[in-house]
């Protein structure tokens, strides 16, 4: 196929949809994952794609049988697939390790570490069916500096950075190669509501994100393998 694919999770999301636009525009497929219908409706809207260049799947990603699906699905309809942007996360703070519980644990490992290994997991293969392939993970500048008081999250970003290095050690001779992005706060909504009280002044946009993402996304990045890179902004 014409176009190359690119599968992203969460893709409907403040930071996912400006990765969508940057990867539209350079001629993606894009298949996106979503979990709120109005997110979807306004992605659509936003992509102005042909049918053939557009998937929107309602999925639940701590599902490992419905993130292969999905592969699946995406490459019967466009072809082999060529980036995997998983840009699914969501941030907790509040609780030492003594304080944390059981469900708040898991909640960060299923939300940000099991999402992005299923799907890289589920992905690989048809990357070795396109003979190259780029994988990019959203880490967070607090897997390198865990700060206190949020350690589910710490420890589930870090698993994300250590993927990212295993399967760049795995498959980067085969043309496939897994970065991780490491922002410190990022400017939307959702962050704004968590943090009510901080300065945002100098966090970094979505947009400015996704900017450093759509590059590792191109075929010009493959000498790019195994980094997390800092996006931190001024903060």
């Known amino acids: 196929m014409e176009h190359p694919v690119a599968v992203l999770t969460g893709g409907t999301g403040g930071l996912g949809r ?47 049988e419905a993130v292969t699906a999905l592969m699946n699905r995406v490459a019967d309809a466009f072809g082999p697939i060529n980036v995997l942007a998983s840009l699914i996360g969501r941030w907790a703070g509040g609780r030492d390790v003594a304080d944390t519980d059981d469900g708040r644990f898991e909640r960060m490992l299923d939300v940000n570490l099991r999402t992005a290994f299923y799907a890289a997991r589920a992905v690989i293969p048809h990357m070795r069916k396109a003979e190259w392939g780029r994988i990019i993970f959203v880490g967070s500048r607090a897997a390198v500096e865990t700060p206190a008081g949020q350690a589910a999250y710490n420890v589930a ?56 993402i759509d590059f590792l996304a191109s075929k010009d990045s493959g000498v790019i393998n195994g980094a997390a890179l800092p996006v931190y902004g001024n903060v």
């Open 18 to 64: 400006q990765v969508a636009i940057r990867l539209a525009r350079r001629g993606f497929c894009i298949a996106s994952t979503y979990l709120v219908p109005d997110e979807a409706e306004e992605v659509e809207k936003l992509l102005e794609l042909p049918e053939e260049r557009l998937m929107l799947q309602r999925v639940d990603c701590t599902d490992p």
């Open 157 to 212: 970003k870090a698993g994300v950075v250590a993927l990212a290095n295993s399967i760049a050690q795995e498959t980067g001779d085969e043309g496939i190669t897994a970065n991780s992005v490491m922002p410190s706060y990022l400017d939307t909504p959702a962050f704004r509501s968590a943090l009510p009280y901080a300065d945002y002044v100098h966090w970094p946009t979505p947009d400015e994100i996704a900017a450093v």
